[in-house]
C-alpha cells in the first residue's frame, strides 16, 4: 500500500506541470476499494471512508450526521451549511468516515482512495485503479469495485 501511495505521488507531481482536458467522464460503483489519481471533478457517494491528498475545493454533505472528518493542511475558507461542510482553497489531506457520505472535488488530488460501499464519477483526467490494478473505463462507463 505504501509503495502505490509513493508510486501516486510520484505521478501527481507530474500531473501538476501537465495541462489538463476537462472532458473525459468515468462512472465507478460497487463495494471494495477505488484508488485515483489526477484532476478534474470528483463525486463520491460512499458508506465507508475516502481519503483524499490535494489541492482544490471540497465539499462534504454528511445527510445522517455520521461523518468523522480528519483535515491536515491549508484551507482560504472553510463553513458549514446544514449537513454541508465546505472547504476553498483546500490543500493538503482529508480522511471522512461515514454512512451515505457524498462528497465533491474539484482541483488535483495526488491520491484519492475510497473504501467501502458507493460509487464514483470522475470528470477530467483520472487514473483509476481497482485491486491495485488500473481500470480503463471508456466515458460514461461503469465499472465495479472490486473485492
Same mark, same amino acid.
Given at each position: 500500500?505504501?509503495?502505490? &501511495?509513493?508510486?501516486?505521488?510520484?505521478?501527481?507531481?507530474?500531473?501538476?506541470?501537465?495541462? #489538463?482536458?476537462?472532458? *473525459?467522464?468515468?462512472? #465507478?460503483?460497487?463495494?471494495?476499494?477505488?484508488?485515483?489519481?489526477?484532476?478534474?471533478?470528483?463525486?463520491? *457517494?460512499?458508506?465507508?471512508?475516502?481519503?483524499?491528498?490535494?489541492?482544490?475545493?471540497?465539499?462534504?454533505?454528511? /445527510?445522517? @450526521?455520521?461523518?468523522?472528518?480528519?483535515? %491536515?493542511?491549508?484551507?482560504?475558507?472553510?463553513?458549514? *451549511?446544514?449537513?454541508?461542510?465546505?472547504?476553498?482553497?483546500?490543500? @493538503?489531506?482529508?480522511?471522512? %468516515?461515514?454512512?451515505?457520505?457524498? &462528497?465533491?472535488?474539484?482541483? %488535483?488530488?495526488?491520491?484519492?482512495?475510497?473504501?467501502?460501499?458507493?460509487?464514483?464519477?470522475?470528470? @477530467?483526467?483520472?487514473?483509476?485503479?481497482?485491486? @491495485?490494478? %488500473?481500470?480503463?473505463? /471508456?466515458?460514461?462507463?461503469?465499472? /465495479?469495485?472490486?473485492?
Amino acid at each position: 500500500m505504501k509503495k502505490m &501511495i509513493v508510486i501516486l505521488l510520484a505521478i501527481a507531481m507530474v500531473l501538476a506541470v501537465t495541462p #489538463v482536458a476537462f472532458a *473525459e467522464t468515468t462512472v #465507478v460503483k460497487g463495494d471494495g476499494r477505488l484508488a485515483a489519481r489526477g484532476a478534474g471533478h470528483a463525486s463520491i *457517494e460512499v458508506t465507508g471512508t475516502v481519503e483524499l491528498t490535494g489541492v482544490g475545493n471540497l465539499e462534504i454533505n454528511d /445527510p445522517n @450526521g455520521t461523518a468523522n472528518i480528519r483535515f %491536515r493542511g491549508k484551507v482560504k475558507k472553510t463553513w458549514k *451549511e446544514g449537513n454541508t461542510t465546505y472547504y476553498r482553497g483546500f490543500k @493538503g489531506r482529508i480522511v471522512v %468516515r461515514g454512512n451515505g457520505l457524498k &462528497i465533491h472535488f474539484n482541483g %488535483r488530488a495526488g491520491s484519492l482512495l475510497a473504501k467501502g460501499s458507493g460509487k464514483a464519477v470522475f470528470n @477530467g483526467k483520472w487514473i483509476i485503479y481497482a485491486r @491495485g490494478k %488500473r481500470v480503463n473505463a /471508456p466515458n460514461g462507463s461503469e465499472v /465495479p469495485i472490486a473485492q
